[in-house]
C-alpha cells in the first residue's frame, strides 16, 4: 500500500475563495499526478509532474494550477473557486522505472456554493 | 471513440457465480495495463497488473490479448464484498506513466 496523503478530505466553501489541495507523499516517487472525477463518471487527468520543479497540464483542461517545491509535496491552487469547480479530485503518485502502477490519496471532495 | 471502453452494467449477479468483464483499448503503442477497483465515493485502489501471459491472483484472473486490444478480467465464486466499480486501465504508451481510466463496469453481487 502506497503512502500517499490528501487534505481535507471534505471541503465546502463559498464562491470566490481561493483555495489548496494538499497532496504528499512519503516514498520518494518522482512521478505524481492530479486526476478529476465527477460521480459516476471517469477519472480526467488535470496535472502531472516528473519531479522537482516540473509540472505539466493533462488532458482536461483545469483552472487550477500546480506546483512542485517539494518531491514530497504536490499541492494544487484554485485561484477563485466556482461551483463549475465542484468535484472530486485525487492526487497519485507511482514508483520510479518500468511500468509502474499509480497509487492514490483518500482524494478530497469539493464543493463550492 | 474513448480511448478504453468498457461496458458500465451493472452486472448483477448472485454470490458464488463467475463474471467477466471485457476492456478494449486504442492505442497500440500502450505496454502497461491494469485493473482498479474503486469503491462508491472512494478512491481507485489497485486490484492487479495485466501481463501478456495472463495471471492469476485467487479468485481474479485477467487475460491480455495485444493483436485484439483486449484486456479481461475474470472473477470466481463473487463475494458480497466484490460489489464495486472496475476500472481497466491502460498507459499512454510513453515514459510518462500516464495512464488512461476507462470509466468502470460495476458489480453488484446479491445474496
Known amino acids: 500500500e502506497a503512502d500517499i496523503y490528501q487534505t481535507p478530505r471534505y471541503l465546502v466553501i463559498g464562491t470566490g475563495k481561493k483555495i489548496t489541495l494538499e497532496c504528499s507523499q512519503t516514498?520518494?516517487?518522482?512521478?505524481m499526478y492530479w486526476y478529476q472525477q465527477d460521480p459516476g463518471m471517469e477519472l480526467h487527468l488535470i496535472h502531472y509532474?516528473?519531479?522537482?520543479?516540473?509540472?505539466e497540464k493533462g488532458d482536461l483542461s483545469s483552472e487550477s494550477t500546480v506546483s512542485r517545491i517539494r518531491t514530497e509535496h504536490f499541492p494544487l491552487t484554485l485561484e477563485s473557486a466556482r461551483p463549475s469547480h465542484t468535484s472530486q479530485y485525487l492526487c497519485a503518485s507511482r514508483a520510479n522505472g518500468g511500468n509502474q502502477p499509480q497509487h492514490f490519496g483518500d482524494g478530497t471532495r469539493l464543493s463550492i456554493l | 471513440r474513448k480511448e478504453v471502453e468498457q461496458d458500465p452494467g451493472p452486472f448483477n449477479v448472485p454470490e458464488g457465480a463467475t463474471v467477466a468483464f471485457n476492456c478494449t483499448y486504442s492505442n497500440s503503442a500502450s505496454q502497461s495495463f491494469f485493473w482498479y477497483r474503486q469503491d462508491c465515493r472512494k478512491e481507485p485502489k489497485l486490484l492487479m497488473s495485466v501481463y501478456s501471459s495472463g495471471n492469476e491472483d485467487g479468485r481474479f484472473t485477467a487475460q491480455l490479448n495485444r493483436a485484439s486490444q483486449y484486456i479481461s478480467l475474470l472473477i470466481r465464486d463473487s463475494k458480497l464484498s466484490d460489489s464495486a466499480t472496475y476500472l481497466c486501465?491502460?498507459?499512454?504508451?510513453?515514459?510518462?506513466?500516464?495512464?488512461?481510466f476507462g470509466q468502470g463496469t460495476t458489480l453488484q453481487v446479491k445474496p
Open positions: 516514498m520518494g516517487h518522482d512521478k
Open positions: 509532474s516528473y519531479g522537482v520543479n516540473s509540472t
Open positions: 486501465v491502460v498507459n499512454k504508451g510513453s515514459n510518462t506513466g500516464k495512464l488512461i
